[in-house]
Nanobody
Framework: QVQLVESGGGLVQTGGSLRLSCAASGRTISNYAMGWFRQASGKEREFVGTINRSGGSSHADSVKGRFTISRDNAKNTVYLQMNGLKPGDTAVYYC?????????????????WGQGTQVTVSS
C-alpha cells in the first residue's frame, strides 16, 4: 500500500505560481510512475502530467510550458510546479501512483490516489 498526501494548494492571482507536493509513505515511489490529475467543479478528472521511473515527464497540452512535474525519490515526494496560473486552472489537484513502466495518461492506470488539494486562481 502507498499513502499519498498532497499539499501546497491555495488561492493565487492570475499569473501567479504554486508548487504542489505529494508525500508518499508505505512504500518507495521509485517503483512507480507518478502523475497529477485535476478535477474542476462539475467536470471530469483530467490528466495534468506524468513522470516515469527514470524521471522522464510528459504534460497535458493545456499546461505545457507552464507546469512541470518532478520527483525526488530520496524524499519519496513528487512535485508539480505551476507557473502562469489562469482561472481555468482552478480545480482540486490529485497525485497518483501507477505500476506501469512508462508514462500513464489515464486515471484507470493508477492504483493509488491522494485526497487532493484545492487550487483556486482568481482573475
Amino acid at each position: 500500500q502507498v499513502q499519498l498526501v498532497e499539499s501546497g494548494g491555495g488561492l493565487v492571482q492570475t499569473g501567479g505560481s504554486l508548487r504542489l507536493s505529494c508525500a508518499a509513505s508505505g512504500r518507495t515511489i521509485s517503483n512507480y510512475a507518478m502523475g497529477w490529475f485535476r478535477q474542476a467543479s462539475g467536470k471530469e478528472r483530467e490528466f495534468v502530467g506524468t513522470i516515469n521511473r527514470s524521471g522522464g515527464s510528459s504534460h497535458a497540452d493545456s499546461v505545457k510550458g507552464r507546469f512541470t512535474i518532478s520527483r525526488d525519490n530520496a524524499k519519496n515526494t513528487v512535485y508539480l510546479q505551476m507557473n502562469g496560473l489562469k482561472p481555468g486552472d482552478t480545480a482540486v489537484y490529485y497525485c497518483a501512483a501507477s505500476l506501469l513502466l512508462s508514462f500513464s495518461y489515464y486515471a484507470n492506470q493508477y492504483v493509488y490516489w491522494g485526497q487532493g488539494t484545492q487550487v483556486t486562481v482568481s482573475s
